[in-house]
């Protein structure tokens, strides 16, 4: 198992973290002890193929990601969104 360092960014401030990586065999034969070290030492874990990092093992925060919600009650609805936008004497050549 090494160590690797990774740029991580955090709402336009960098920070720095060293995470560990494993070879997936050996993941594969540790899986649950690495998901417990993983949560309660809150450290990620890569996995890596070949020496090539494909996955990442990350303790889960109690918090939702920012993503979900994050246009909620940015928008509105302006007229109708059911009628077409043509009548059916403006289609002409749309047809």
Known sequence: MGFFLSRKYDHGSMTIDIMRKIAAGEFK??????????????ETLVITKRGEPIAKLVPLSGQTDDIFGFFRGKGSIAGDIVSPVLA????????
């Open 88 to 95: 059916e004497d403006e289609w002409g050549s749309l047809r």
């Open 29 to 42: 034969a540790r899986c649950l002890a690495l998901m417990d070290e993983v949560k309660s030492k809150g």
